[in-house]
DNA sequence: GAAGCTTTTGTGAACGGTCACATGTACCGT
DNA sequence: ACGGTACATGTGACCGTTCACAAAAGCTTC
């Protein structure tokens, strides 16, 4: 998997004449601006931010020479004197999930949309200390709002140490509120999930859970439980797994060969299609022998062998809702609080009525 | 799929503070630092730069007092003086493909271990007024480096158009030299895939491509043609998909009802996926009936039903490549070239020899 | 044609750091 | 006690922009 081409073209670099020139050449900068056109500096700098008082002639030579000699401000210099960075950070967690993903391609755009760009960071693993350093590394640049996506718990205790000044958003929720939470309903959707099972008739329901330091992980194995408990059935100690539909492979080999449940919650889609492969493998039919519920709904689960029951998340518009929460909250419109929004469930060939 | 719940919890909001003491509470400057440290502000600055020549006792009692304060330098100013970003910019598509997303992943954890940050864009669609806005956006944030993981055709038309001064990578090519490329070689791994299918014995191969402007979705058709062209075998015109399990789901609905071929390339796994749900539906069987291979080997191709044959791409190796090219490149060894990363073919259950 | 108003343009200072250079201090040998 | 050297610290200028304010120019109006 390593590289075994390499076809290297050097190019006449036009790099020789830097050095027969010994002066930098350094980008043009307002003041060059003013020169070219005959204004003064502060001409330019208005006709920048568009100020209303600027001749309409002044302007379009100052934008002319703009145009010409390509002329970008300089936003670091702005960011200075306006001591506003435009920027709002966001803390990630280093995984391509779909959910993260999804969200943070929503918030990128309405960011964009309003004007501000996107810092984003990622932890490398979920522990205390490289949260908190990612947490850190966003503070220096003079963000003006966060959104932390990353969902391990810990971060909760990074975020109350640091005493973060600027508005932020997670986009999970432990029920302790220090900023403004937004988040999916796990516990709800895990509920439907487990209902559903339930009304198909099942009695000894499993579940595959995500990593035990992830909150939404957490949450959907509390509305497992709830919902369990609630019907005055037997619970079992969750699996904790990865995520990965290689771990619902593996943990379904080992678990079907005691045939003592009929019905399995997976934490998400890709755990659930692990599982129905184990499944299969095993000469087992889903939904004839073992009904199957995965969470999330990706694009894929649709078309899954048999296509999933799931609960959908709208990532998109928990980004969204992000951004506009901050934005509010920039606007002065300070409200800290709580939202959910509800997940649904997605009945799809994966379930099936228990055959006495 | 709205939001039910709105849970509003307002709490004593300690801004109040802030309205009774009219001063604003501005952050600590490095000047700040420097009084209560009793030293003067280079001083300050040396700590934070750790330079040498600096007494042990000075540089402890300027970190207690940073500490104490919460200082935190400003790096908009610091910017604008070392006329350094420390910036990447990235300009991504507005997707959340497995791919991209992967890499971009990779991406930023190199460049964070290299003290850089990223600026990540991504362009709403795929025209050229949105992606040229999306670089110029980038380039006004006056980053170090770029990096374009945006893989439709018409970025290159704009990298040539705004002339870009900073040194940059494309992960995606196009056989033109821009600046420096990096790329799978799409059409090496479309010949590996098409080549595994008719050593099988196929002959009536047909090719389920992505989005026209996609350079991938080009490279991919045109491995395809190039392989059966040398064999000699019937090409026929690829069928334009959109990369979603779905398309390939209703296009194999479609192209199943005259079943005059016996093997499908799908040019992502996702639409692999739908192909085969669609082959089930009409009661055919994989391989059996049809050979199907996909693209990109996504963590839950090896668990698809049936397990889907594909061709591997290292994501994580190209995101990490692109930043190490990069930065050899800021260091002054500057080196316009292209290189090329193997995809490697993953034989899997969904291909099978042709029964005659 | 000068006062008075509005519109347009220009000047100094500031934002928060770093650089180049100047100055101060401690230690050494003579 | 002296100068030389190395180390430690301080001062002024500058990066590129915007803000507050000053000044100039243009237009009415009498």
Same mark, same amino acid.
């Given at each position: 998997?390593?590289?075994?081409?390499?076809?290297?073209?050097?190019?006449?670099?036009?790099?020789?004449?830097?050095?027969?020139?010994?002066?930098?050449?350094?980008?043009?900068?307002?003041?060059?601006?003013?020169?070219?056109?005959?204004?003064?500096?502060?001409?330019?700098?208005?006709?920048?931010?568009?100020?209303?008082?600027?001749?309409?002639?002044?302007?379009?030579?100052?934008?002319?020479?703009?145009?010409?000699?390509?002329?970008?401000?300089?936003?670091?210099?702005?960011?200075?004197?306006?001591?506003?960075?435009?920027?709002?950070?966001?803390?990630?967690?280093?995984?391509?999930?779909?959910?993260?993903?999804?969200?943070?391609?929503?918030?990128?755009?309405?960011?964009?949309?309003?004007?501000?760009?996107?810092?984003?960071?990622?932890?490398?693993?979920?522990?205390?200390?490289?949260?908190?350093?990612?947490?850190?590394?966003?503070?220096?640049?003079?963000?003006?709002?966060?959104?932390?996506?990353? +969902?391990?718990?810990?971060?909760?205790?990074?975020?109350?140490?640091?005493?973060?000044?600027?508005?932020?958003?997670?986009?999970?929720?432990?029920?302790?509120?220090?900023?403004?939470?937004?988040?999916?309903?796990?516990?709800?959707?895990?509920?439907?999930?487990?209902?559903?099972?339930?009304?198909?008739?099942?009695?000894?329901?499993?579940?595959?859970?995500? +990593?035990?330091?992830?909150?939404?992980?957490?949450?959907?194995?509390?509305?497992?439980?709830?919902?369990?408990?609630?019907?005055?059935?037997?619970?079992?100690?969750?699996?904790?797994?990865?995520?990965?539909?290689?771990?619902?492979?593996?943990?379904?080999?080992?678990?079907?060969?005691?045939?003592?449940?009929?019905?399995?919650?997976?934490?998400?889609?890709?755990?659930?299609?692990?599982?129905?492969?184990?499944?299969?493998?095993?000469?087992?039919?889903? +939904?004839?022998?073992?009904?199957?519920?995965?969470?999330?709904?990706? +694009?894929?689960?649709?078309?899954?062998?048999?296509?999933?029951?799931?609960?959908?998340?709208?990532?998109?518009?928990?980004?969204?809702?992000?951004?506009?929460?901050?934005?509010?909250?920039?606007?002065?419109?300070?409200?800290?609080?709580?939202?959910?929004?509800?997940?649904?469930?997605?009945?799809?060939?994966?379930?099936?009525?228990?055959?006495?």
């Amino acid at each position: 998997m390593g590289i075994v081409q390499r076809v290297t073209v050097h190019i006449l670099d036009e790099t020789g004449y830097q050095q027969m020139e010994p002066e930098k050449v350094r980008a043009p900068n307002i003041r060059d601006v003013a020169r070219l056109a005959g204004v003064s500096y502060q001409t330019v700098s208005r006709v920048l931010n568009d100020s209303p008082s600027i001749r309409e002639t002044t302007k379009q030579r100052v934008l002319d020479v703009i145009q010409e000699v390509g002329y970008r401000p300089n936003q670091a210099a702005r960011a200075l004197v306006n001591r506003r960075s435009r920027t709002i950070g966001v803390l990630s967690s280093q995984s391509a999930h779909y959910g993260p993903t999804t969200s943070i391609n929503a918030i990128e755009v309405a960011a964009r949309e309003a004007g501000y760009r996107l810092s984003i960071t990622s932890t490398a693993s979920g522990d205390y200390a490289s949260i908190k350093s990612a947490l850190d590394y966003l503070l220096s640049q003079s963000i003006e709002a966060l959104v932390v996506i990353a +969902p391990q718990a810990r971060v909760f205790d990074a975020l109350r140490d640091l005493s973060i000044t600027v508005p932020f958003v997670t986009l999970e929720s432990t029920g302790e509120n220090l900023g403004h939470s937004l988040s999916v309903d796990q516990v709800y959707g895990a509920r439907l999930a487990t209902r559903h099972l339930i009304e198909l008739g099942h009695t000894e329901i499993i579940h595959i859970s995500g +990593p035990q330091d992830w909150i939404e992980a957490d949450a959907r194995m509390k509305g497992y439980l709830q919902e369990l408990g609630e019907a005055e059935l037997r619970t079992r100690a969750p699996i904790l797994g990865d995520w990965t539909a290689s771990f619902g492979y593996y943990a379904g080999l080992e678990l079907l060969r005691f045939r003592d449940f009929s019905a399995v919650f997976c934490g998400n889609d890709q755990m659930a299609l692990g599982f129905m492969h184990a499944c299969r493998e095993m000469g087992l039919d889903v +939904p004839g022998d073992i009904s199957i519920v995965g969470f999330d709904d990706i +694009p894929e689960a649709a078309h899954f062998f048999p296509p999933l029951t799931t609960v959908r998340q709208n990532f998109v518009e928990i980004g969204r809702r992000a951004i506009s929460i901050l934005l509010d909250e920039l606007r002065g419109e300070q409200e800290v609080g709580h939202e959910q929004i509800a997940p649904e469930l997605i009945v799809r060939a994966s379930t099936a009525r228990l055959s006495a």
